[in-house]
């Protein structure tokens, strides 16, 4: 988003390969092997954030189930560096590298090339910007590599196979740099004897850092920038390894104290009910949401995990019912698979948001997710992760050996005719989808000169009879951009200046150049990019006056969330003005989804004659109700 906006990545660090034996853990303290409660934890994450990938309306702070995760592998992570560091007295860097490799790379190396061969079969436009979608994977640099490609409209509203790897990238560079980063503290805690509670505060000042900058830097015009950057989304993962380093030091991060046993209880509730809340109610639209809400939902985490680890209770024994850690063990699969799987499904069995059928396709996403994740983690990330990859190959090996001469072949050809395959889907993937091409052939024509016959001047007697095309002036974005021959074919003679990426506040410099040649009819849509802004829309409106006939044409969009707010908006304004009426595109399209391209938002050939006829339904109600002249359309044949 959705945004987005949002993704996330829930990698699970190893928890038993290469930790040293211990001694019987004290009371109340888990052992070295196992940290109670996380695998829930994560299951509640996962889950939000697949009920937000499923429909944002449904959790719409469900992204923040990003957070969680952060927050579970710095706490997780960290622990694991320093009980290497208790009990061996130092820390085996490329071991623990070697386990992360082992944990991350074998389900991501299935699910890569899996989803893009299934999606050629499927869509062509799933594979724009394929190639580098591929390597930011494999790199782990997902969210380096779409920062740097820029955040322009087509790339917002591109259906991205891979866009939720950008966490993944995140937590693997952690896995990469704060291991060293963790070295280094450990050895100043060492040498200049100092507590632990002041080496998790150092940890906790880089986290305060990144919320810092997270907020400063916010831009509700690119909001990837600081949620996909590593700088400014280190918050979770710095709570997450400063509590772990204050959970290491004698009180064990306070929980050995009077009151926070006295408070305990409190703290509990008050951090399930901060998180709950704030994945019902926040949302990426909202500026508090990464100045407030994603530091908030950090704590909150920080405080259950806390919570969990320190003694059992009812917490713990929720956290470590059996669904909950069944759905925790495997939401790292469920992660990699869930998002290439909606999208998938979203363009082969395409449905209106709302209806029966689309709860159907939701289900039958969730249901192939679970099903390929539970295979992935019993064939594909358990032997890895038990075995190593040379063991693993072994088996892989011994397996084929054993197999029939007829299988082997079979087994080799598939092979190879699956990489010959993946080669050539990566050699030949589109460049732009076909909105985008769409767009663009329809961008000159919609940026023709004005032309200024029949204009009337401002403080002319006001005319509210059914405005002819070559009275109308059309004012908007892309959507505009992509049905110019359809406004055309419904309104010969229509004046229209629209240009992709543009939003309200464009809009009044537009209409402003038009000066005394604007017309008696102005059609604005815009605010597919960023919104409904009400005092730009009003500043608009005041430009054109109260004698011309306008229409606000509302917004419709599969996967953005502020999108019955922005309408809501629009409709609140027009009641405030008499010559002013909204054509209802979001109505007319909802039910048809074949009206629209692949990304859910623009229409498609036949849906730009449905959006001209909604703008020219919405002309005839303002006229009838101005005039009390009923106006008859003419039925028009689809070209």
């Known amino acids: 988003m959705g945004a987005a906006l949002p993704q996330t990545s829930p990698a699970r660090a190893h928890e038993h390969a290469g930790q040293p034996a211990t001694s019987r853990p004290e009371r109340g303290r888990p052992g070295r092997g196992h940290l109670p409660g996380l695998d829930g934890l994560r299951a509640v994450a996962i889950v939000a954030v697949l009920l937000f990938h499923l429909d944002p309306d449904w959790l719409p702070g469900g992204f923040l189930g990003v957070d969680v995760f952060f927050v579970i592998s710095g706490f997780l992570i960290t622990t694991l560096l320093v009980r290497e560091r208790e009990g061996t007295g130092r820390i085996d860097l490329p071991a623990f590298w070697t386990r992360r490799a082992r944990r991350l790379l074998p389900a991501l190396l299935v699910v890569v090339p899996a989803c893009i061969l299934i ?34 409209y087509f790339h917002a509203t591109s259906p991205q196979l891979f866009m939720n790897f950008w966490s993944l990238a995140v937590e693997e560079q952690f896995y990469l740099f704060w291991p060293l980063v963790t070295v280094a503290l450990l050895a100043v805690h060492r040498r200049l004897g100092l507590r632990w509670g002041v080496i998790a505060g150092v940890v906790l000042g880089f986290g305060v850092i990144s919320a810092t900058l997270m907020a400063v830097r916010y831009d509700p015009a690119d909001v990837t920038r600081v949620y996909y950057g590593t700088d400014t989304h280190l918050v979770g993962l710095m709570l997450g390894a400063a509590l772990a380093l204050a959970w290491a030091g004698p009180s064990r991060a306070g929980t050995t104290t009077p009151r926070w046993h006295a408070w305990r209880r409190g703290i509990v509730l008050g951090s399930l009910v901060t998180l709950g809340a704030l994945l019902v109610l926040a949302g990426e639209g909202s500026s508090w949401t990464f100045r407030i809400g994603i530091p908030a939902a950090s704590l909150a985490t920080a405080l259950l995990i806390l919570a969990a680890v320190e003694r059992p209770g009812a917490l713990r024994s929720t956290l470590e019912l059996a669904p909950l850690t069944w759905i925790g063990r495997r939401s790292y699969g469920l992660y990699l698979w869930h998002w290439p799987v909606i999208l998938v499904i979203d363009q082969d069995l395409p449905t209106a948001p709302g209806s029966g059928q689309y709860v159907w396709t939701r289900l039958w996403a969730v249901l192939v997710t679970v099903a ?35 299988a082997r072949h079979i087994a080799v050809g598939a092979s190879v005719a699956a990489t010959v395959a993946l080669l050539a889907v990566l050699l030949t993937a589109p460049d732009k989808t076909s909105t985008q091409a769409t767009l663009e052939a329809n ?92 005092e730009a829309v009003e500043a608009l409106l005041e430009e054109i006056g109260p004698e011309r006939m306008v229409v606000l044409v509302n917004l419709h969009a599969e996967r953005l969330s502020r999108v019955e707010g922005d309408n809501e908006t629009l409709h609140a304004i027009a009641e405030q003005h008499p010559n002013v009426v909204v054509a209802d595109w979001h109505g007319a399209v909802s039910d048809d989804p074949d009206q629209l391209q692949a990304d859910g938002i623009h229409p498609s050939l036949t849906g730009a004659h449905l959006y001209a006829k909604v703008i020219r339904a919405a002309f005839a109600e303002l006229s009838e109700s101005r005039t009390g002249t009923p106006v008859e359309l003419e039925e028009l044949p689809v070209p």
């Open 443 to 534: 961008a000159a024509e919609a940026a023709a000169p004005r032309q200024t016959e029949e204009a009337p001047a401002k403080g002319d007697e006001a005319d509210f009879t059914m405005p002819r095309g070559s009275e109308i002036d059309v004012f908007g974005d892309s959507m505009v951009v992509g049905s110019v021959h359809a406004l055309r074919y419904y309104f010969p003679g229509i004046q229209i200046d629209a240009k992709s990426n543009r939003r309200w506040s464009d809009g009044t410099e537009r209409v402003a150049a038009a000066g005394d040649s604007l017309r008696r009819a102005v059609v604005l849509a815009y605010g597919t990019n960023a919104g409904t802004d009400e």
């Open 119 to 152: 999606a050629r079969t499927v869509e062509a436009d799933l594979l724009v910007g394929i190639r580098r979608q591929a390597l930011g994977a494999l790199t782990f640099s997902t969210n380096w590599l779409e920062i740097a490609q820029g955040s322009d």
């Open 372 to 406: 390929l994740a539970d295979l992935s983690y019993r064939f594909v990330e358990t032997p890895v992760r038990q075995l190593g990859f040379a063991g693993a190959a072994r088996a892989v090996g011994r397996r084929a050996l054993s197999a029939a001469p007829r």
